[in-house]
């Protein structure tokens, strides 16, 4: 997500509104900007640089302070702390941790391969092969059972790969090669044990079961033509309520439709967004749901901003709203993190106001 820089009395300027509106800010500084972020444990998160030069790949212990209940001013350690490091000699367009493993798998975002890294280890453990692309994998980690990963560069050629023991196991689906469908994928989740889903860029949905490799059902974007749209998705594991997987379309053209797996074909609602798109890149672009605040998402990658949103007063009928909060420079609780081209990685937490007396 871009954010220009600000000269001294700017910052100046927003150092003493922070004052105001954030709990906590803490940062920290990579040696080159990353466009990934990724959870590994409760505290614990991975980032990487995307330059085409060699490139750091951390896991960073999140600064203790913010998990401190009360007494936040008795808290040694408030900056973020390396736990593991090492090197990538191609940038990190795409970065997942395997749940279950202490292992992540990254892509470079120009060609098929793919690396799955030991974390806390010397090298790659693993080198993987996807469908031939030149344009960059998306890469889903498995939620539950052996440890597995979806991944593909269209809709036609998505394939899951189990990791058993430094094993490969290369499951296909003929089906999904038999609708001939070009369309470039933009997003890719699994949304319980076995059942995942694929958005194209166009912002069409594809709904799959790793259990039966049958033709995905598709579900058409029904939003403005000629835009790129990108998919953030929240799901509880625990309810087999199809209403209680939320997913999140966010286009180029700064809409967002709300769906459940009920009928992904009628959106619960929509939202034309109040931001200004100021950039063409559209690997910026991120919708990402709250996991412990309900209602809540976060869009970023179009005006240097992140801005958190409060869906539940969104309607069917597509309308304007204003942001909850807009961070002016992924998720625990009400805790955000974030990139910048600049290289800075930030942790934060906002005041809200609604609950705060003067």
């Not at 004052?19 to 980032?47: D, F, G, M, R, S």
């Not at 280890?121 to 080198?127: K, N, P, R, V, Y």
């Not at 509880?236 to 309520?241: H, K, P, R, T």
Request: contains cysteine; proline residues 4%.
């Amino acid at each position: 997500m871009g954010v220009t820089s600000l000269d001294d009395n700017e910052f100046d300027d927003w150092f003493i509104e922070s004052l105001k509106i954030y709990n906590n800010i803490h940062e920290y500084q990579l040696e080159h900007p990353t466009i990934v972020i990724e959870w590994t444990a409760e505290k614990t998160i991975c980032v990487a640089g995307y330059s085409l030069s060699k490139n750091e790949i951390l896991e960073l212990l999140l600064p203790l302070k913010l998990f401190a209940d009360d007494n936040h001013d008795l808290c040694a350690e408030r900056d973020f702390k390396v736990v593991h490091g090492g090197f990538s000699n191609g940038a990190v367009h795409c970065l997942k941790h395997i749940p279950g493993t202490r292992c992540v798998v990254t892509n470079d975002g120009f060609s098929s391969k793919l690396l799955v890294w030991d974390l806390g280890g010397d090298d790659c453990d693993i080198q993987l092969k996807s469908a031939s692309s030149d344009k960059g994998v998306k890469v889903a980690s498995g939620l539950t059972g052996n440890p597995c990963i979806l991944h593909g560069s269209q809709i036609s050629d998505i394939q899951l790969t189990e990791l058993t023991n430094t094993s490969i196991i290369v499951l296909l689906f003929p089906s999904i090669e038999e609708t001939d469908s070009p369309d470039a994928l933009s997003s890719l989740q699994f949304v319980s044990g076995s059942v995942f889903l694929a958005c194209a860029c166009n912002g069409d949905l594809y709904v799959g079961d790793t259990r039966k490799p049958s033709a995905l059902q598709q579900t058409p974007a029904g939003g403005r033509a000629g835009a790129h749209w990108c998919m953030g998705v929240k799901t509880d594991l625990f309810s087999s309520d199809p209403s209680s997987c939320s997913v999140a379309r966010l286009s180029s053209s700064s809409q967002v439709f709300v769906s459940d797996l009920r009928d992904l074909r009628a959106p619960v609602s929509k939202a034309q967004l109040d931001v200004q798109r100021k950039t063409t890149d559209n690997d910026f672009m991120k919708v990402t749901w709250a996991p412990a605040l309900d209602n809540c998402l976060a869009v970023s990658g179009f005006d240097g901003m992140v801005q958190i949103y409060d869906t539940a007063s969104w309607r069917p009928e597509l309308m304007e709203f204003q942001p909850l909060f807009i961070h002016q420079t992924s998720w625990s609780h009400d805790s955000v993190l974030s990139a910048a081209v600049d290289g800075s990685v930030q942790v934060w937490d906002w005041v809200d106001k609604a609950t705060t007396s003067c």
